[in-house]
């Protein structure tokens, strides 16, 4: 990239409108760089009692003026272009999750090669996916009907019926299972994937009142098949937003109009192809979205109606019982369901007492958790191979970036193969907006993102093995660039933190004892972590993560060590090491 | 979403301009038009009976095969039952296990293939207007804005179908447990006030009276859980919007409308609020239950109509965080307090955190303490 590359927009505005909260945010050249300028936060006004996402718009401008100091709308909308006085801007970049994402069935008959890219086509375009696989054998084991019910639960928008090789016994089922969610009366669209009779049996099954259509995996490849879903996926989406106030914003948009999540995600495979890491990103803002990318590799994984807002429902009660794991003190399941029904109808509430922000933090990693694991069926190594973890900006709201650190490594809980896994937090949402730039200048997008996008939490040093709890698990010691060393060392079951300023650099030399290994290394071997494996500072510091896994297994002390572990990130604790020359 | 939705108007309001809407599921013939004037009785819409219709598993329940089923319904398809009477009875060796009728409705069908009886509750689908006042307009087949004239108290959360009746306050203080010795047989009919919750059993004595609604503080999950069908085991199911539910609990709740003023828990209700339904003893008030807070937002509502100063403008105000406003905090650690703003509006940056609007609160007891404007609500 070349800075002759970016010299056509001055300015842009990105509006980001979510269902709860709505950001607006002026990008603009600051020294031959385009950079954040300024961001606006306000609650999205398109429900009662307003019901005009205008009210709210209008708002973030005024606030992004009066940031600014500079006009950046008239009353007929934002000023394009920018003018000599620098008032208004060149551009206006739109991403949002306000619409309903549609629900899509997936059911599948038999094995075929297009699930897997429709799946990943049809994540990315703002939907609630309900993907069945029909038993092939010969007994159904009542399938049919425990599908039908759950089926009609979900209420789909549109069905996708696949068709593979050696369906014979599994079709019926499909066929069965659509015919009797077909009288919900919710299809309004289907696509049978199938040749033959396959096929034309599909088509039947959906009746008159369901505008179904066919394609033929023989004439066209799994990823067009997909491809061509997720364009007709994405204008549902583009339609659904439209409404007349959205209409009325958006008239003057340079670009197309993405999902927040599909944007993030374009920005996560960026980070791993250009800077050639693994990075898992969590996203818990309208839905959890996680998404997973390696330099070659990506996937997305997203479940729409769970969340910290009013989507704290979409939790099940085991799911909030769980929740008792991360706490640092003792707590009854009812006080938990009791205070995820309080949020739930009052989503817009902030923690501010130290409890509160405990139950967020705890639900907080069952609500990624989730979306991890979705990750991990389809990508079974990911989490052991990732090296960079970035947390939106829900972990940044609790103003703890150790509280945020911590709960990143709970939401990944697996021993990198390498040892080291970096921490940052996108505080300002700043990913989704690179990726919507990226749709209209890649190289503007990959500007705003590696200046401004990310907060460095730090490196965390993750101890794989163990034996009992308070036995040596490592020591070691840190070389400062400054000159400074200092040792240390850290026990089986403990989390300690070595005190490293942001952007400041130093070689870590960590020795496990006979039973624990650094990473996927051997046991008891040294590492050095230096040159080009130089650990660099961030907010918290290093973090020697000697916790046995899975970090969620819990034990009769666990309050009192998930105390100690939120005591040492969030520095009530000395640090394990102080530095000395 | 915003603090006060979805009317930017105080919680607590007194002869004052209301707008009512009254939204359809289905496709209701509707039967009025803009600019007519309504009595609580008028039919505004009709709806297919089936629309509603609860299902009810008769084969599961008496665990029999589903072609039995219409030999041990008690009386025949098109019946009427009363809630709780017996709608289908088998013998198990000595015993007679029943099937009884969640609502009071009409016996619609039987899928015998199935097993399951729908039952239409009500009035086969007739939908009256429960509240006087004036059609302003008609929303296609979806909705009806109605103007009227009176007193509203704003919940939270609630359960049920809307419901009339007169408005009898059972509790002395609004932290008071309603206990199972208020509950008295001429309770039926009647919308009745407790003070900061009630048990499951003393909300089952009330539908035994025949009473039409309850209003406490706060609602106890575990207690509310235990009257409904449970339907799943995940005890927060029945707090979800499912796809194509109106609102929460839609599908579950029938003959009682409950409305929580403050929230989940033991929780006092408002003074305010407490004091307004006080001053109302005895009138004709409207429950409007329906909750939901995601897509089309909807909350209960409480209003005591005027009927005769519906020809005369009621008072319009709006919430405003100004000096003197009467609040009650909203977030976990303080619900259930009161307060009254003891300050201007201002902004908090936190190092390089995010900002929050913050206002100064003088509570009840005295202490003063700076909340954010997204954890209060304004109530008068």
New interface residues.
Partial sequence: MTDNDTLDYESLLVADFGRGQSRAYLLEQVAGAFRFVAKAEAPTTADLPFEDLAIGWAQLLRQLEWTTGRAISLRDGVIQPQAANGDGVDGLLVCTSLPDPVRVAVLEAGTSPITTPLLEAIKRAHTRVFHVVAPGGRKDGGWAAAQTEALRQFRPEMVILIAGSNHAEALPRVIQVVKQTTVVGSIARAVVIADDQAQEHGLTAFGASVRARSISPVTKQPAEIAADLERELLEAFRARASTPDFKHIVAGATGEILSRAHAVDLVNRFVARRFGRRVVTIGIDDGVHAHWASPDDGTLATIPNVDLGAGISGLTDRDVEEAKTWLPFEASTDELITWVLNRAIRPWTLPEHPRDLAIEQALTRQIARRAIAEITRTQPLALSACDLVIGGPAFARWNQPGAAALALLDCIDAVPNEGVVDLALDQDGLMAVSGVLGTVDPALASNVFEYDALIHLGSAVVIGGSTHEGDLACRGEIHYESGEMAQFSVAAGSVEILPLRPGETATLVVRPERRFSVGGNAAGKTVTLADERKIIGGLVGIIIDARSRSVANGDKNRAQKVKQWLDAVNGVTPPAARRFA | ????????EPLVVRNHELRVIRRFSGDPEIRVRAGERLSPERIIARTDPADGAVHVPIADQLGIAPQDVAKSLMRPIGSSFAAGEVLARTRKGLRSVVVTAPVAGVLLLLDEATGTALLAPGNGGEIPALIPGDVEFVDGRQAISIRTVGARLLG??GLGEPVRGPLRVLANKPDEELQASQVTPDLHGAIVVGGAWASAAVIRQLVEVGATGLITGGFI??EIASLLPSVT?????L??V???ARAIGDEYMRGLALVATE???PLPMHPAAFALLQEYQGREAVVFPA?R?????LRPEIIIPEPDALDEDGQTTIAAYVEGAAVRL??????GQHGVIAGVPRRRQ???????DIIDVELSNGKRLT??L??LEIVA
């Fill in positions: 979403m915003n603090v006060n939705y979805p009317h930017r939270i959360v999950e575990k085991d995940d005890r927060l199911a707090w979800r499912t796809p194509g929230g989940f828990g909750t807070v995601v897509g089309q937002l909203i977030d976990q650690a303080y619900l936190c190092a390089d955190g995010p900002a929050v909340v954010p997204a954890n």
